[in-house]
């Protein structure tokens, strides 16, 4: 019934996935106009990949999602001003990928071993970060990009549902 509500022009869900929604915060806040812009969503999972193509194509963007079954990967995240990475594979939207002044909001998040630090692994997104900030115009770290965003807009769905919950009564 959500993911339906969001699909559908005119309605709105009750609540929208935490880190897509913070995803278009991201966007927005930083003054990215969305309307008009193309887009590339890497992953299609229910909780993040689909809803954060609905939320852009809410926002008036042309979306094309991208996942394990896309021919052309590379060449279809080449062509777009947004880049939004969820797919769950380190560092697999490499620098070459990305439009000059594109913007990149990396959703991932996965340990890679690396034994020059104290815990034998580091952090990383789903974008070879160093390679896309020559790119990008603007780009999320992992970590520290998406996933303090997430954590608000949990904070905001949990106000909503309390301010229906009251008004309901």
């Known amino acids: 019934m959500n993911i339906g ?5 005119g309605r709105e869900p009750l609540y929208v996935s935490c880190t897509p929604k913070g995803c278009i915060q991201l966007l927005k806040r930083s003054g990215v106009n969305i309307a008009g812009k193309t887009a590339a969503v890497v992953g299609r999972s229910n909780i993040v990949g689909l ?37 769950g594979k380190a560092e697999m939207v490499k ?10 909001i990396d959703v991932g998040i996965n340990a890679v071993d690396d034994s020059s630090t104290k815990r034998g692994y580091r952090l990383v997104g789903d974008v070879a ?17 998406v996933g303090p965003m997430t954590i608000a807009m949990l904070l905001q769905n949990t106000l909503e549902g309390y301010k229906r919950r009251v008004a309901s009564h």
Do not use: Y
């Open 5 to 9: 509500s969001l699909a559908m022009r």
């Open 129 to 145: 970060f160093s390679e896309a900030a020559k790119h990008a115009s603007l780009i999320t770290p992992v970590p520290g990009g």
């Open 51 to 87: 809803p954060a193509a609905l939320l852009l194509q809410n926002e008036d963007a042309t979306v094309t999602m991208v996942h394990s079954r896309t021919p052309n990967a590379e060449e279809v995240v080449r062509k777009a001003d947004i880049v939004i990475a969820a797919c």
């Open 95 to 104: 620098g070459s990928w990305i439009k000059p002044g594109a913007v990149v």
